[in-house]
């Protein structure tokens, strides 16, 4: 599964989110104007990791991610950096601190527009995380999300565990 399939799967989810928004909003055929800052992030990942040259053994993580303003119905695209860590075995949010990532990915604003995308939830990004040299030993891994506003504030999305076995 792709990560833009990974998003098509959540659209149903997003029908709902976030429930206290006022006023219709639709998606439109081009991108909303991209914004600085961020109440939250919605990070889309298949719960196995993926096998894309056919070769035993996991080569990544196809993810998609959706960013939210309390003030909007629909994701909203954005202007600073997204940063995505990756933690060897289930690594509690609370345990985040003491734990040493394994690979970290960062995007800027110019390649989060390369990835930027539309589903039938909104517009969001679609990436993709290989591992490189640096393949996880364990058979679970746990994936965290940072934005980064130019402002410098930060909003942190909840960890997700995800599988490393082949499929």
């Not at 919605?42 to 196995?48: E, N, S, T």
């Not at 960013?67 to 954005?78: N, Y």
């Not at 990915?105 to 039938?120: C, E, H």
């Amino acid at each position: 599964m792709t990560a833009w399939r990974t998003l098509l799967t959540a659209a149903a989810l997003l029908a709902l989110w976030p429930a206290g928004c006022t006023g219709p909003e639709r998606v439109t055929s081009t991108p909303p104007q991209a914004v600085g800052d961020v109440d939250d992030i919605l990070v889309l990942a298949d719960p196995v990791a993926a096998n894309w040259d056919g070769q035993v053994g996991s080569d990544g993580l196809d993810v998609g991610v959706l960013l939210f303003r309390h003030d909007r119905k629909l994701p909203v695209t954005v202007k600073g950096t997204l940063e995505l860590r990756l933690y060897e075995g289930v690594v509690r949010a609370e345990d985040l601190s003491k734990a040493r990532p394994l690979r970290t990915w960062r995007f800027d604003s110019a390649q989060l527009r390369s990835l930027l995308g539309r589903t039938p939830a909104g517009w969001g990004y679609a990436l993709r995380l290989p591992w490189g040299p640096n393949r996880p030993a364990t058979s679970s891994v746990t994936l965290t999300a940072r934005y980064i506003a130019p402002s410098g504030r930060t909003v942190h999305a909840p960890p997700v565990a995800i599988a490393t076995r082949p499929r």
